[in-house]
Every structure is written in C-alpha cells, then in structure tokens.
C-alpha cells in the first residue's frame, strides 16, 4: 500500500496544477526543487526553484486547459513513482485528448524536492496498446478522474485565458515538421524562453 500522506501530497500538487493555484503549488514545493523533462519534448529544460516551478505550471494550465490526474502511487520512504493522465485541449482541436505518462518524486522535509518525468507529448492521445485503462480505474476520456483520484472542482482558467504565449498544439505541429517551414521559429523560440528561460531569470515564468 502507498503512504497515504505521500500519495495525498502529490494529488494535492496535481490539483494545484490544474488550477494554476500559486498558494497550494508553494504548499506542495520544497524550495529547492527540480522538475528534470523527458527529451526532445518542446522545452526540456528543468525548472528550478519553487516560485519558477509553480508559475511554470500556472502559465501551462492557462496554455492548454489542462487537467491532469493520478491514476497509480507507489511509495518507498522519501521517494514515490506514479502515473498519470493529463487531459488537455490542442490547438484548434474540438475534443480534449490524454496524454499518459509517469513522474519519479523525491520528498524533502515532507515537501517535493525532485520530479523525473517520463513521457511523450503529442497532439492526440497516447497510452499503453491494448491496456485496459477503464477495468483498472484509470482516467479515461469522458471520466477525468481515477480510482485513486476522484473528481473534484477546479478553478482552472479556461481555454484561451493565456498570455499570449502560443499554445501547445501549434508549437508541437511546428516542431514535428507540420506547419510551413521556418513560420513558427520565433514563436517556438519565445516558448522556450517563457516557459523556462535561463536559470536565475525570475520573470521567465510571469
């Protein structure tokens, strides 16, 4: 069995996530974390720092109307591996799709300190061929929440409440060789910058 305090600890900083809720982030947050990103997923770069990392996913939920979910929590004193669902919006597109992947967390002082995440991002939904995510109580399209993640409301700003940032979908069309060439580089570029910026930047994340 999961550790009930670790497992409600990283459900709660996933409910933050999907809010964009900075307070319940920072609650969450060793002030020391990392957030290490699976390559060549747009803008791999870490996140450093938990004021960056909270305004990070902040800036992400408004990008994409997202929501993501735990559906598996196994836990080993200070450390815990998961899945998880995130259900997102891409540009353009008129049905939310999931993106499935898994997160090694390392606590410190009862806070997360490091987040490994492993997955791949892209514009339709992703999964294990044939896994029988439904019989096992795992988040399925038309049910955002799982077994061990029941629903609950959220605060999250809707689609299009952005900053101007392009979105998800459009830079990952543009990277994947979909968009006309060389249209979207500056945007890409800008996304990049925005989303992680250099190390030290503070308003990289606003």
Same mark, same amino acid.
């Given at each position: ?65 997202? &929501?993501?979910?735990?559906?598996? #929590?196994?836990? %080993? =004193?200070?450390? @815990?591996? $998961? ?5 997102? /919006? !891409? ?8 993106? &499935?992947?898994?997160?090694?967390? #390392?606590?410190? %002082? =009862?806070?997360? @300190?490091? $987040? ?5 991002? /892209? !514009? ?83």
């Amino acid at each position: 069995m999961p550790d009930p305090t670790t497992a409600a600890l990283i459900r709660r900083y996933y409910d933050a996530c999907t809010d964009g809720d900075l307070a319940e982030l920072g609650a969450t947050l060793h002030p020391d974390v990392v957030h290490w990103f699976l390559a060549p997923n747009v803008g791999s770069a870490p996140v450093r720092g938990r004021e960056h990392l909270a305004r990070y996913w902040r800036k992400v939920t408004r990008m994409i109307d997202a &929501r993501w979910v735990v559906d598996h #929590v196994v836990t %080993d =004193g200070d450390e @815990a591996v $998961i899945e998880w669902t995130m259900f997102w /919006r !891409p540009d353009g597109a008129a049905e939310r799709v999931a993106t &499935r992947g898994a997160e090694w967390f #390392v606590l410190r %002082d =009862g806070l997360i @300190a490091e $987040i490994r995440s492993y997955y791949q991002q /892209r !514009p339709e939904t992703t999964g294990l061929d044939g896994f029988p995510y439904a019989e096992r109580g795992y988040a399925v399209a038309g049910r955002e929440a799982s077994d061990v993640h029941p629903t609950r409301s959220s605060t999250a700003l809707p689609l299009g409440a952005s900053d101007g940032s392009p979105s998800m979908g459009s830079v990952i069309r543009a990277v994947r060789g979909k968009a006309e060439p060389g249209r979207h580089t500056g945007r890409i570029r800008a996304w990049r910058q925005r989303s992680h910026g250099s190390p030290g930047r503070r308003d990289r994340d606003e």
